[in-house]
T-cell receptor
Framework: DADVTQTPRNRITKTGKRIMLECSQT?????MYWYRQDPGLGLRLIYY???????NKGEISDGYSVSRQAQAKFSLSLESAIPNQTALYFC?????????????FGEGSRLTVL | QKEVEQNSGPLSVPEGAIASLNCTYS??????FFWYRQYSGKSPELIMS????GDKEDGRFTAQLNKASQYVSLLIRDSQPSDSATYLC??????????FGKGTMLLVSP
C-alpha cells in the first residue's frame, strides 16, 4: 500500500460543484502539502500545513480551501469548481524536523471540471 | 515572485551518452536545491539534493551548484532508456516549501 494515499484518483465534475480531494499518510510526517501540476506550468504550491493547528497559503490558494483533520489527513476543497481548476493534484509530506526538501508524493488526483 | 527556470526540452541523447540538465533560480538567498524525476503518469521522486557550491555525485548522477551564477545542473552519465522522464529542478523557500521549475523532458534512445 502507498504511504501517501490520495482519493479520488480521477474525478470529472461540472462547473460550480463542490469537490473535496483527500490525502492520508502512514509515514508519521508532520508537514503536508498540496500542489497542482499543469502542462507547461510545472508544480505549484496551493496550501501547506505543519500540524493540525497550522495552515498556510501557498502560491495559488485562491479558489481553494484546506482542512487538516488529523496529523495523517489533509483535505483540499474546491468550493465552486471552475474549468481552469482542471489539473493533476498532488499531496506530499515531509518530516517535521529539518529542512531537507525531500517531499514524498501521493499518486495524484486528476480533476476535470467541465 | 521567486522563479526557477528550466529548458522544457525535450533533450534527446543516445544510450550511453551524458545528459546535461540545467536550471537557474532567481532568489539569491536560496540555500538548498533538489532534482526530482517524474516518469510519465507518475508522481515526482527525489533523486538528488545539493546545498554547497561544487559537485555532488551519487552513482551515475552528479549535481552541480554555482550560487554566484544562481545555477544548478544535473549530469546523468551512461544514460539509459530507463532514464527517460521529466526532471524537475526545485528550490527550497524554507520549511521544505519548494518552488519547482517546469521540468525538462529527457529522452534516451537505444
Amino acid at each position: 500500500d502507498a504511504d501517501v494515499t490520495q482519493t479520488p484518483r480521477n474525478r470529472i465534475t461540472k462547473t460550480g460543484k463542490r469537490i473535496m480531494l483527500e490525502c492520508s499518510q502512514t509515514k508519521g510526517h508532520d508537514r503536508m502539502y498540496w500542489y497542482r501540476q499543469d502542462p507547461g506550468l510545472g508544480l505549484r504550491l496551493i496550501y501547506y500545513s505543519f500540524d493540525v493547528k497550522d495552515i498556510n497559503k501557498g502560491e495559488i490558494s485562491d479558489g481553494y480551501s484546506v482542512s487538516r483533520q488529523a496529523q495523517a489527513k489533509f483535505s483540499l476543497s474546491l468550493e465552486s469548481a471552475i474549468p481552469n481548476q482542471t489539473a493533476l493534484y498532488f499531496c506530499a509530506t515531509t518530516p517535521g524536523t529539518g529542512n531537507t526538501g525531500e517531499l514524498f508524493f501521493g499518486e495524484g488526483s486528476r480533476l476535470t471540471v467541465l | 515572485q521567486k522563479e526557477v527556470e528550466q529548458n522544457s526540452g525535450p533533450l534527446s541523447v543516445p544510450e550511453g551518452a551524458i545528459a546535461s540538465l540545467n536550471c537557474t533560480y532567481s532568489d539569491r538567498v536560496s540555500q538548498s536545491f533538489f532534482w526530482y524525476r517524474q516518469y510519465s503518469g507518475k508522481s515526482p521522486e527525489l533523486i538528488m539534493s545539493i546545498y554547497s557550491n561544487g559537485d555532488k555525485e551519487d552513482g551515475r548522477f552528479t549535481a552541480q551548484l554555482n550560487k554566484a551564477s544562481q545555477y544548478v545542473s544535473l549530469l546523468i552519465r551512461d544514460s539509459q532508456p530507463s532514464d527517460s522522464a521529466t526532471y524537475l529542478c526545485a528550490v527550497n523557500q524554507g520549511y521544505s516549501t519548494l518552488t519547482f521549475g517546469k521540468g525538462t523532458m529527457l529522452l534516451v534512445s537505444p
